[in-house]
């Protein structure tokens, strides 16, 4: 039982390049978050899905779009990279949207 | 005004003392609350949560809600160099079927235990 995971755990971008951030549980959640943590200003929620099939908007979304492909994985894309998403990416995975258990994290550097 | 406020410390205390970090936070809609410690390049882990007013004690920790004065508080007793790190306070404002799991996060206390 892992839990949940994370890929890649480190990135190096240059600014204008896309990339994929992986996350997938292995506890049979309905909701899964994705957020972002930069220095002073604790976790900021990017996106979230409440259930398979839908997702929605948090307080940062802006340069971000998600897929949640099945109930076990959803995913984070940057499309254009900015040095403004130089960040540590945090999934995470509730059962009852209440409790919820977060991903070892990436961490991402745009150049 | 941020919608959960903490002081970012850091908060230092001895060995075995009682550690009170505290929350506030800005929607009185607000329905459950929750404590997540994060060691330094870890991820956030959860220790306690709360939904009615008063205190809820688990082992050496005790969250206290406040919901009145729009508060939550928690205490470390016999504080360890172990529980030095970051405490999180998360709030969530849906309730019941609107319930959709978004957590607000203030913006941390760090906590040194000193031996």
């Known amino acids: 039982n892992a839990g949940v995971t994370q890929t890649p755990k480190f990135q190096v971008l240059k600014t204008g390049q896309s990339m994929t951030l992986q996350c997938a549980q292995d506890?049979?959640?309905?909701?899964m978050y994705w957020y972002r943590q930069d220095p002073g200003m604790g976790l900021r929620l990017i996106y979230y899905?409440?259930?398979?099939?839908?997702?929605d908007k948090g307080e940062v979304p802006n340069g971000y779009n998600v897929s949640r492909l099945n109930k076990r994985e959803f995913s984070l894309r940057l499309e254009s990279a900015a040095p403004s998403q130089t960040s540590v990416y945090f999934c995470?995975?509730?059962?009852?949207?209440?409790?919820?258990?977060f991903g070892p994290g990436t961490r991402l550097l745009v150049l | 005004q941020k919608e959960v406020e903490q002081n970012s410390g850091p908060l230092s205390v001895p060995e075995g003392a009682i550690a009170s970090l505290n929350c506030t936070y800005s929607d009185r809609g607000s329905q459950s609350f929750f404590w997540y410690r994060q060691y330094s390049g870890k991820s956030p882990e959860l220790i306690m949560f709360i939904y009615s007013n008063g205190d809820k004690e688990d082992g050496r920790f005790t969250a206290q809600l406040n919901k009145a004065s729009q508060y939550v508080s928690l205490l470390i007793r016999d504080s360890q160099p172990s529980d030095s790190a970051t405490y999180l306070c998360a709030v969530n404002r849906g309730a019941g079927a609107g319930n959709t799991g978004k957590l607000i996060f203030g913006q941390g206390t760090t906590l040194q235990v000193k031996p």
């Open positions: 899905s409440a259930s398979e099939g839908t997702t």
């Open positions: 995470a995975s509730s059962e009852n949207a209440e409790t919820q258990y």
């Open positions: 506890m049979n959640h309905n909701s």
